[in-house]
Nanobody, 123 residues
């Protein structure tokens, strides 16, 4: 029903920047909430940031002031601008969407996940 494809991950030095993108496809009319999560090896999945269709944002404490989430509703895409990256930001970053309304007007009652893109912060 809904497919999510992330891109933009890679290797970056501490203090550097990276922008992640996630594009949703399928029979989608609108998406209420789009979000980024991350999961480092041996750690629990952690909320990075969320953004609603009206543009309201929320950030995890560890990324406030360094990361910015944005979205393009027409392109059904969400972005994560990451600045001042630290080694502890190393993780697989996963895109998540919830409150999907299909082209037939049906609201899907589950969230969807992408497969993730790896971000490695290292010198």
């Amino acid at each position: 029903q809904v497919q999510l494809v992330e891109s933009g991950g890679g290797l970056v030095q501490p203090g550097g920047s990276l922008t992640l993108s996630c594009a949703a496809s399928g029979s989608i009319r609108s998406i209420a909430v789009m979000a980024w999560y991350r999961q480092a090896p041996g750690k629990q999945r952690e909320l990075v940031a969320t953004i609603t269709s009206s543009g309201s944002t929320n950030y995890g404490d560890s990324v406030k002031g360094r990361f910015t989430i944005s979205r393009d509703n027409a392109k059904k895409s969400v972005f994560l601008q990451m600045n001042s990256l630290k080694a502890e930001d190393t993780a697989t970053y996963l895109c998540n969407v919830a409150g999907v309304t299909t082209t037939t007007g049906y609201v899907l009652g589950r969230a969807f996940w992408g497969e993730g893109t790896l971000v490695t912060v290292s010198s």
